[in-house]
């Protein structure tokens, strides 16, 4: 793939595709028809520390760079993109610490990870989606403690969090001023998890509802200061959307390459379908959406890394990638053409798979708005 990437890290995806090749891509098979959450094969994930990917080197992590963990990223989210959305949204859930939190949050956030745990982001509401400011969770002072109550939903690892960072109303009268982010540690009293979904694709990845009811937290917990948390939300999402653009490319690239493999070996009219200039413009064209999405993605990160702005960028491989995710996984399916509509066949998963990333960590219709306001300014 077109990474530049270190030594350290094209030794690690050699072994991560090893892994993604002979232990998750065909087990998933199984598992997206039955929607379990495939314990066995995270905890072999978790023996390679995969889920440490993102902890920065002083806290005990691998050290690569961001433009290093997309490559690994992309070569898991090629074999499902449910496995790897569970190991990104850990970093997610990892990412309002690490901007906002205090020495000792960011060491026991980190450590959670590095001990082989998982962490879960909660944002969003039953009300309030798109519009974070309609949130209705609510954490009120009480002494040396919090008091938070109220419901996230479509959480990402919710069932299987070892921590959460939970946005909710230290003052509800001050809109998003008065939102603000709370750590808090799975198994504390009052904090359960609900509903969990059934969902469409990346059905490998754990989504549920988490419920706050009386969950009684220190004030020690809170991220930041009161009123912070719209702000730490928005800046977390700006990094994170990057990666969800990074494994929206890696379910294209799977795309292109069955759409490849099938087109060979596919014979009509007396030789193979890939020898038509029709099918061939075809992949000519999902693979420069794909390098395209891939460059962006790269591009984003390494404004990252240098510690540069990058919302639009982020913004951009977001919705470019999950754009031509579905665009390339549904001309798969073309290039498959009957077969490509069955289930004995990969290609209907990747489609299914890829239509969450036009809608999570912000909707493309949002990220358009964020591109829009970078580009044009005030006026």
Known sequence: ?????????????????????????EPCKEFDRSGEWPKEIYDQAIEMQLQTLEVPEEYGGPGLSRVDVAALFEEMAKADAGFATTISASGLGM???????????????????????????????????????AGKTTAV?????????????????????????????????????????FFIEAGTPGLSTGHEEDKMGIRTSNTCDVVLDDCRIPASNLLGAEGQGFTIAMKTLDQARAWMGCIATGIAQRAMEEAIAYGKERVQFGKPILKNQALQFKVADMAIKI?????????????????????????????????????????????????????????????????????????????????????????
């Open 95 to 133: 990412k309002p610490v690490l901007i906002a939190g205090n020495e000792a949050q960011k060491k026991r956030a980190c450590q959670l990870i590095m001990d082989g745990g998982f962490g879960a982001f909660c944002l969003t509401e039953p009300g309030a989606g798109s519009d974070a400011s």
């Open 141 to 181: 002072k009480d002494g040396d403690s919090y008091i938070l109550n109220g419901r996230k939903c479509f959480i990402t690892n919710g069932g299987v969090a070892s921590f959460y960072c939970v946005t909710a109303m230290t003052d509800k009268s001050a809109g998003v001023k008065g939102m603000s982010m």
């Open 1 to 25: 793939m077109s990474y530049l990437i270190s030594e350290a890290a094209q030794d690690l995806l050699g072994d991560v595709k090893d892994f993604c090749e002979n232990e998750v891509k």
């Open 291 to 379: 390098e395209t999405a891939r460059q962006m993605v790269a591009h984003a990160l390494t404004l990252m890394d240098q510690g540069l702005p990058c919302s639009k960028e982020s913004a951009i491989a977001k919705c470019y990638a999950s754009d031509i995710a579905m665009e390339v996984a549904s001309e798969a399916i073309q290039m498959f053409g009957g077969y490509g509509y069955s289930r004995e066949y990969p290609v209907e998963k990747l489609l299914r798979d890829a239509k969450i990333f036009q809608i999570f960590e912000g909707t493309n219709e949002v990220q358009r708005i964020v591109v829009a306001n970078n580009t044009i300014g005030k006026f």
